[in-house]
């Protein structure tokens, strides 16, 4: 089955730039989705189709996905940033979460 | 658009877990919309379960394939999903949730979540 790896932490100080990697075979040939996930509440969709923003989401979020790796950037990144994230694919009639990335802000 | 999970809270092990998903603001007949379940167990992270369309398009997670159905009752605007056999590896918040044009779209509008915990 397909597999979608993520670090576990990714750490970052206010007003700099979060990067969060998602890798897997032939990544760059797939639509990846990213999700901010929150204590006690619902995922909530920041990018789809590797890079589109759905209304409401900053735009200090944004998306890449080429290769075996996609990236999901977070500019000038806000204490309410820090969340979990979770990339997602579909493979061969499945969809797949990654493994998530906890995003401290310090 | 507004989705609402609604279950028992508690199931014993080897017994079959039932969750209904009701949707609101819109008709779960509504054109190219798919409608799915994820969960995520206590500590862990997000796992899809299963997707379909109202008539009768399905698709699981190859995992779980062999316990879950995913139906809908267009009647009542709402669909659901029943786990058999259930362990305390089935322990999760259970959300439901909308894909706008197909299984391999992303997840736009989430449920709040049910907790659902699996023991004796």
């Known amino acids: 089955s397909y597999e979608l790896t993520q670090p576990p932490s990714v750490s970052v100080s206010p007003g700099q730039t979060a990067s969060i990697t998602c890798s897997g075979p032939k990544l760059g040939e797939k639509y990846i989705s990213w999700y901010q996930k929150k204590p006690g509440q619902s995922p909530l969709l920041v990018i789809s189709h590797d890079t589109k923003r759905p209304s409401g989401i900053p735009e200090r979020f944004s998306g890449s996905n080429s290769g075996n790796a996609a990236t999901l950037t977070i500019s000038g990144t806000q204490p309410m940033d820090e969340a979990d994230y979770y990339c997602?694919?579909?493979?061969?009639?499945?969809?797949?979460f990654g493994g998530g990335t906890k995003l401290t802000v310090l | 658009l507004q989705l609402q999970e609604s279950g028992p809270g508690l199931v014993k092990p080897s017994e079959t877990l039932s969750l209904t998903c009701n949707v609101s603001?819109?008709?779960?007949?509504?054109?190219?919309?798919?409608w799915g379940w994820i969960r995520q167990p206590p500590g862990k992270g997000l796992e899809w379960i299963g997707s379909l369309y109202y008539s009768d398009n399905t698709d699981y997670s190859p995992s779980l394939k062999s316990r879950v159905t995913i139906s809908v009752d267009t009647s009542k605007n709402q669909f659901s999903l029943m786990l058999t056999s259930a362990t305390a590896a089935d322990t999760a918040v259970y959300y439901c949730a909308r894909q706008v044009t197909g299984p391999t779209d992303p997840f736009d509008v989430w449920g709040p979540g049910t907790m659902i915990t699996v023991s004796s």
């Open positions: 603001g819109d008709f779960i007949t509504s054109s190219g919309y798919f």
């Open positions: 997602q694919a579909w493979d061969s009639g499945a969809l797949v």
